[in-house]
């Protein structure tokens, strides 16, 4: 005679579903309310999502009826919806916040092991949101955990590159950043209608960037990434005020121009005591259809910048890589397809590759 399930049983599959946008069981945060086990095999799960409306609601219902429909014995899986009430959530949330009543910033916290990197430039114009996605992009599919703020409240272009359509799941004042191609990511973008622009000075930009900081729910990240906006203004200063720990990665073009005021936004770190993580040279040679390599915009900036910040700074600066002009990685951005997702084949992608493996040696982080 076939064994019957037991709740016990349940609740052990239960524990193997995963909540899609938090990244825990659902067991570990509440959401399981109840469990009933019929004598016929039928089994109905109770299950309070931490919203109503829940965006990903339908795939927790399919992971749960998978997870409980494999238990031996088991004719049917019913899932009962509910929500969670406010102090459920609040309960919720101070879980996720390692138990802190009050939102903080996790990352400067004594026991965090996150590494932040800023990816910044002189000037517009040079691909650091391209470098930054895809930097991003190929740290997660090397099963790193990872996660981009875009930084850049003006010019913000993170969404798109990424493939983001969704607003955050809000938890009262708790947000969770919407998930795309296994990177967490949360841009003023998300919040503005589509063709508005962001008109604010700086003590509103200082508060966005704290509050995208402490009250979203980053979880476990191995890597933090920022896209700065250009130049060495309000944000780079809020950046080195609430981050004092992350590292700047600068990102430059051939260009004799580009070069020197890049290396002015690497200086900044004199002022702001911020290490350098290293360059970027992007845009570095067009390839031709012979192998031969066109320099469009000159050739040695990424060099030179290195060189000067080492200088200036008394230690080493390294050259992280130089990354080739190339077609598909600007279609892959406006398809929200990181170019080292859709083409990893590619001299642009394979050169971001090793831009990404290098700042994760650097980060003394296991490729998993």
Known sequence: MEAMPTEDDIRVALAAVIDPEIRRPITDLGMVRSVAVGDDGQVIVGIDLTIEGCPLKGRIVADVKEAVGRIEGVTKVSVDLGAMTEEQREELRVKLRGGQPEAVIPFNQPDSTTRVFAVASGKGGVGKSTVTVNLAAAMAKDGIKVGVLDADIFG?????????????????????????????????????????????????????????????????????????????????????????????????????????????????????????????????????????????????????????????????????????????????????????????????????????????????????
Do not use: C, Y
């Not at 503005?192 to 622009?197: L, M, N």
């Not at 980053?218 to 990434?225: K, P």
């Not at 050259?319 to 990893?344: C, K, M």
């Open 156 to 368: 913000f272009s993170v969404p798109r590159m990424l493939g983001i359509h969704d607003q955050p799941t809000k938890i009262d004042e708790m947000l969770l950043p919407p998930i795309a191609h296994e990177v967490k990511a949360v841009s003023i973008g998300m919040f503005v209608p589509e063709g508005t622009p962001v008109v604010w000075r700086g003590p509103m930009l200082h508060k966005a960037l704290e509050q995208f900081l402490a009250d979203v729910f980053w979880g476990d990240l191995d890597v933090l990434l920022l896209d700065l906006p250009p130049g060495t203004g309000d944000i780079a200063i809020s950046i080195a005020q609430l981050l004092p720990r992350s590292e700047i990665v600068v990102v430059t073009t051939p260009q004799a121009a580009a070069a020197e005021v890049a290396e002015r936004a690497g200086s900044i770190a004199l002022q702001t005591r911020q290490a350098i993580a290293g360059v970027v040279e992007n845009m570095a040679w067009l390839e031709q259809p012979d192998g031969s390599k066109l320099e469009l915009f000159g050739s040695g900036g990424g060099e030179r910048v290195a060189e000067r910040l080492s200088g200036a700074l008394g230690m080493p600066v390294p050259l992280l890589g130089r990354v080739p002009i190339d077609v598909v990685t600007r279609e892959a951005g406006d398809d929200g397809e990181p170019v080292v997702l859709s083409h990893p084949d590619s001299p642009a992608a394979q050169a971001l590759i090793e831009v990404a493996r290098n700042l994760t040696k650097r980060a003394g982080i296991a490729i998993g």
